[in-house]
């Protein structure tokens, strides 16, 4: 990516960040009041955005308002930790290792009243990943609205959605024709669709060794848990396929930071 940004009040890094790439180390509340993302990203609408950290609805539902104002129609936000493993995992407060918290009532939020987004979750481990697209950043449904949907959503326990889980949260398999039906071909292509283009295999170990063709450059986000045993495969691939890489470890218990170290 040329431009990008990345917003957390106590980043882990262990990698030199790319040439293009800024860290802003506060809260995105304190980002989205202070600074103006698109004139950060040179005057660029954001490709991609990736929703994490706090694991609370209003925060993400903010982050979600904040960041559609600067996207554009072939952009698309990525929400994790939509799809939680059960009651314990998917509360406010944190008894679990594994927890995703109540990030998955804003994806009944934005079915409800959103209907215009288009919203899948891919079911990976360990608590999914959500795809959003169709954004529209003149769109203030939300924003006007805030307090309210705060005071219905807030209060849902996991078993609204316990006895029709998948249906309620949009889960489709981790399958890349599934996933690649998401982001058909546009005229201006977004960063996706230029991954599409390519015809990135859903193999990513069947990838040959790395190409000495030129291809335009794009950022991979790659999470990983507990996948030790692929992981040096998947980056190899991405590497191969000239993708600026991002790996997000959830807290794995394997050999996988070993891998990244």
Request: glycine share 4%; aromatic share 8%.
């Amino acid at each position: 990516a040329e431009h990008s940004v990345a917003i957390d009040p106590a980043p882990d890094l262990r990698i030199p960040m790319p040439s293009g790439a800024k860290l802003f180390k506060m809260t995105s509340d304190d980002f989205f009041a202070r600074h103006d993302l698109r004139a950060e990203l040179n005057g660029n609408l954001a490709d991609l955005a990736f929703i994490d950290w706090m694991h609370v609805f209003e925060f993400a539902l903010r982050d979600f308002i904040n960041l559609e104002k600067h996207c554009g129609p072939a952009s698309t936000i990525l929400i994790h930790d939509g799809y939680p493993q059960d009651a314990a995992s998917a509360a406010r407060e944190r008894t679990t290792q594994i927890w995703s918290g109540d990030v998955w009532k804003l994806l009944l939020c934005l079915k409800k009243y959103r209907p215009d987004l288009r919203l899948a979750t891919i079911d990976v481990p360990p608590t999914g990943l959500t795809i959003v697209r169709n954004l529209d950043r003149s769109s203030t449904l939300l924003s006007v609205n805030l307090e309210k949907l705060c005071a219905e959503f807030v209060p849902l326990q996991f078993e609204t959605i316990s006895a029709n889980k998948a249906v309620q949260l949009n889960r489709i398999e981790n399958d890349w024709r599934d996933i690649q039906a998401l982001f058909p071909e546009r005229e201006t292509p977004g960063l996706f669709a230029r991954w599409q283009s390519r015809a990135s295999p859903p193999n990513l170990a069947a990838v040959p060794h790395r190409s000495t063709v030129s291809k335009p450059r794009a950022l991979g986000v790659l999470l990983c848990y507990n996948d030790a045993d692929v992981l040096p495969d998947a980056i190899e691939a991405l590497l191969n396929n000239n993708h600026e890489l991002v790996v997000w470890d959830h807290g794995s218990s394997d050999a996988t930071a070993s891998v990244l170290d």
